[in-house]
């Protein structure tokens, strides 16, 4: 088997069920996708693996769920088969609801950074913010599993959790914006 097949050499791509533009917002949507998955990878490398040996499974688990993303995005066929329910969604909730526990209470926002991993998670919740902005507006346009925005939704918050569990499982304390006004009420104001 080649790596090369010279098929997209005139910016035409093969989707699940015909053949795209390569500049097409769906070929955007999953290429987009993969390139969250490239850089969840790099984010997982750089964890510590004895000190985050959670959040390294769940990046390789998120690795395989962005793949089955990109497969449902991929797919223009009419009785399409999709890969993405409902289950993973409920899986990243108890982990953000766990991390936002372990966590310092936050009430403003805060740079993103603090240590190289918590960045490396920063550029993985922004580039998923991207991600679910094209696939928003590709499902303006045509059909596709709408489990897959919410997973991206909530991956981002996953990743804004995770960043900040990561500082502070390393003492590294989290730069509030210093322009920011109180946006977040801590657990006893909102009684």
């Known amino acids: 088997m080649r790596l090369y097949t010279r098929s997209g050499d005139k910016g035409r791509t093969r989707v699940i069920g015909g053949t795209r533009d390569k500049d097409d917002i769906r070929v955007e949507a999953y290429g987009t996708c993969d390139e969250l998955n490239a850089f969840t990878a790099k984010a997982e490398a750089v964890l510590d693996k004895q000190l985050f040996p959670d959040i390294a499974a769940e990046l390789t688990r998120i690795q395989h769920e962005l793949f089955d993303c990109g497969s449902d995005l991929a797919s223009v066929k ?92 390393m003492n590294v304390a989290d730069v509030e914006y210093e322009r920011s006004a109180v946006v977040f009420r801590a657990h006893h104001d909102k009684t």
């Open 78 to 169: 009419e009785d399409a088969v999709w890969k993405m329910d409902d289950q993973p969604v409920s899986r990243l909730e108890k982990s953000i609801d766990v991390y936002t526990e372990e966590a310092p209470e936050l009430q403003r926002f805060i740079l993103p950074g603090g240590s190289s991993a918590a960045a490396e998670l920063h550029i993985c919740r922004t580039i998923a913010r991207r991600t679910e902005r094209i696939i928003t507006a590709l499902a303006k346009e045509e059909t596709m599993n709408g489990e897959v925005l919410t997973y991206i939704n909530r991956l981002s918050d996953y990743f804004f959790a995770a960043a900040r569990v990561v500082n502070s499982r």
